[in-house]
């Protein structure tokens, strides 16, 4: 009897929970939907038309498909990036011996102890004097210092579990140690790799100060920037705003969906001993 | 096949610890030498430095007649089955076996081939295209052995490969090793801290205690002849009974005749005693040699405190008047019961005697027991 109570009671909790966090989708989808002059004058829940007219001006009046293409290729270049450098640094961190591990691991976290809007101007010049403002590396280059960090601690970490035993194995068997990283090592390490991919892509996606600071038009703007530019003098057009919104999470989370199946199924084959 | 020697091997950590102190040992071609000791005797860092895993301090470790001291673990051409096995789990167990041969770059068929030989010899091909996650231990120990075997490697290393098996497949087990090793004729190096599975297996055992050998024999000469006080402990089970004593010349003895007197046993034995002077050793004798019996005149006595049943014999705790402890073992139809005086008599043949400062031998024969 108190068993079944306990179930309700976790059961309504995490229900409530659930509306919690999706309800802004929710609400973001179903504004996107609805005509302006519905939005303002009694927003329903339950839209009784469902009309498309916010995603068809995204598309043909706005361009949305710049800033898109921009997020992309920034996002993904970092992602790439991070992924193979972070992967080397990991790797040396956590496997080789050699004087102040310590500290470099303590070095590489303080760099995302700075608040973001103290070194924008610094960051400005120096991209100004290398004529990178408003490129694509202008903001490739920030964004990795940015996102190395996390990259290489969670991959030290995931390294350092996978059971040496492994490697040794492989080397007896014949392999050189560039053979038994990417033969051993590397295909362990995807689940974490695919993690930490994820979460410096959504980093990437979502920045917003550098994003606006070191690109001046709509040539080079990223998402964020492009919607935070929307709104006009007069107006919020919120129907549009919501639109972009929901065009821009859609890839994210396409992404997390596609590599959750491989994380799962990494974590599973990583089953060593029994 | 080869013979794996070390000769002179330090092995030092940078923290200071001390793993291998000039440490020379042989496995001879063909055979499979063990290595024994308790945790902490630098037993598997020996293996690892025999794989190339670790770096030696100083010294040689030759394979064959070649000096691979500064050689990299893939180009010394040995295979090493690890403790929990390291398989890969990434992999099936076809691309388990075949990775050694694939990396060597071998055709693709004689790849094939030599696996499904392996396989089969193993009973492993109904398991080929499974993961390791989906093997059960016994089947994961078989194929790090197939992967071992598959590359025909100069020598094998084994670093207590069946440790984390249970009981009964570690004695399955244990047989099939000792088949294989007489079948492929390769020279093995086996590391264990189990003396039982040392003593079954091995051609020879090197008894290991903190980075240095104490001996380094066959297993008969290991229980009937140990080198010192450490070997004639850890080998043998029970473990061997020791009790303090001296050695003195009666008055009057002659030549090399001593007796030694122990709390509760005396003995007059043929060892090296230098006149008066009173020589502290310990008498070393195993339960199998101690007999314990209800009658028995002019002999210690001693009370039973517990009797263990073991079905074709019983093991027998006993106190010495003097406050010793010795174990016993008695044939299973004696009847004895804690709280039972006994007489004990010690079997001639079944004397050691061990200095007590340096813990190494004495050579004695045994004059007369007893008084």
């Known amino acids: ?274 | 096949m080869a013979r794996i020697a070390l000769e002179h091997v330090d092995k030092t950590y940078p923290n200071g610890y001390v793993a291998a102190r000039d440490l020379s040992l042989e496995a001879s071609d063909g055979e499979l030498l063990v290595l024994v000791g308790p945790s902490g005797s630098g037993k598997s860092t020996v293996l690892r430095l025999m794989a190339g895993l670790e770096r030696v301090s100083d010294g040689v470790i030759r394979i064959g007649e070649r000096d691979v001291t500064d050689l990299p673990p893939q180009q010394r051409d040995i295979a090493m089955v690890f403790q929990n096995y390291a398989l890969y789990p990434h992999m099936t167990v076809r691309q388990n076996l075949g990775f050694g041969l694939s990396i060597r770059k071998q055709a693709p068929a004689v790849i094939a081939g030599r696996v499904n030989a392996i396989a089969a010899s193993l009973g492993l091909e109904a398991l080929l295209d499974r993961k390791p996650a989906q093997l059960s231990g016994g089947q994961r120990q078989r194929v790090a052995l197939g992967r071992a075997i598959v590359r025909e490697p100069l020598a094998f290393l084994f670093d207590e490969p069946l440790s984390n098996l249970d009981a009964q497949l570690r004695v399955e087990t244990r047989v099939e090793l000792a088949r294989l090793h007489r079948k492929l004729g390769a020279t093995m190096v086996y590391v264990t801290h189990d003396q039982s599975e040392a003593l079954t297996l091995g051609d020879r055992i090197a008894v290991l205690k903190e980075g240095v050998l104490q001996q380094i024999a066959t297993p008969m000469e290991l229980y009937r002849r140990p080198a010192n006080k450490f070997v004639a402990g850890f080998i043998g089970s029970p473990a061997m009974n020791f009790i303090e004593g001296v050695i003195q010349r009666p008055d009057g003895a002659a030549g090399r005749i001593g007796m030694c007197t122990f709390k509760g046993i005396d003995l007059t034995l043929d060892v090296p005693c230098d006149g008066g002077t009173r020589r502290r050793v310990f008498l070393g004798v195993r339960p199998q040699h101690i007999e314990v019996s209800g009658d028995g005149e002019n002999r210690p006595k001693a009370e039973v405190a517990v009797v263990e049943p073991m079905g074709n014999e019983q093991i027998v705790y006993v106190t010495l008047s003097g406050g010793d402890r010795l174990v016993a073992v008695a044939p299973p139809q004696e009847l004895i019961k804690p709280g039972d005086i006994v007489s004990i008599r010690i079997r001639p043949e079944g004397v050691h005697i061990f200095d007590a400062e340096t813990g190494s031998r004495i050579d004695a024969s045994p004059y007369a027991i007893e008084r």
């Not at chain 1, 989708?25 to 002059?37: E, G, M, P, Q």
């Not at chain 1, 100004?128 to 996102?147: C, E, K, N, Q, V």
């Not at chain 1, 590397?186 to 690109?215: D, Q």
């Open chain 1, 1 to 274: 009897m108190k068993l079944a109570t306990g179930r309700w009671v976790f059961g309504g909790a995490l229900v409530a929970l659930m509306l919690f966090t999706l309800f802004p989708f929710y609400w973001a989808i179903v504004a996107s939907l609805t005509s302006d002059a519905a939005l303002f004058r009694d927003p329903s829940l339950w839209p009784q038309h469902l009309i498309f007219d916010h995603y068809r001006a995204l598309f043909t009046e706005r361009d949305f498909i710049t800033p898109i293409r921009n997020s992309l290729v920034v996002a993904g270049t970092t992602t790439i990036f991070c992924l193979i450098v972070g992967t080397l640094a990991a790797y040396a961190l956590a496997r080789i011996e050699f004087r102040g591990k310590a500290a470099i691991m303590g070095f590489i976290l303080a760099v995302t102890m700075f608040p973001q809007i103290s070194i924008v101007s610094p960051l400005y010049l120096l991209l100004r004097s290398l004529h990178l403002i408003d490129t694509y590396p202008g903001l490739i280059m920030p964004y990795m210092t940015f996102a190395m960090p996390l990259t290489v601690w969670v991959l030290t970490g995931s390294i350092r579990q996978i059971p040496k035993d492994l490697e040794e194995a492989a080397h007896v068997d014949g392999a050189t140690r560039l053979q038994s990283f990417t033969k051993i090592l590397l295909p362990l390490a995807v689940p974490s790799l695919a993690t930490t991919g994820i979460l410096t892509f959504i980093y990437c996606w979502n920045e917003f100060l550098f994003a606006l600071s070191f690109t001046l038009g709509p040539e080079r703007q990223t998402v964020p920037v492009a919607i935070a530019l929307f709104r006009g003098q007069y107006q919020v057009p919120w129907g549009e705003i919501l639109a972009a919104a929901v065009v821009a999470t859609a890839p994210v989370a396409a992404m997390v969906l596609v590599f959750q199946r491989r994380i799962v199924q990494g974590l599973t084959a990583g089953a060593v001993k029994g």
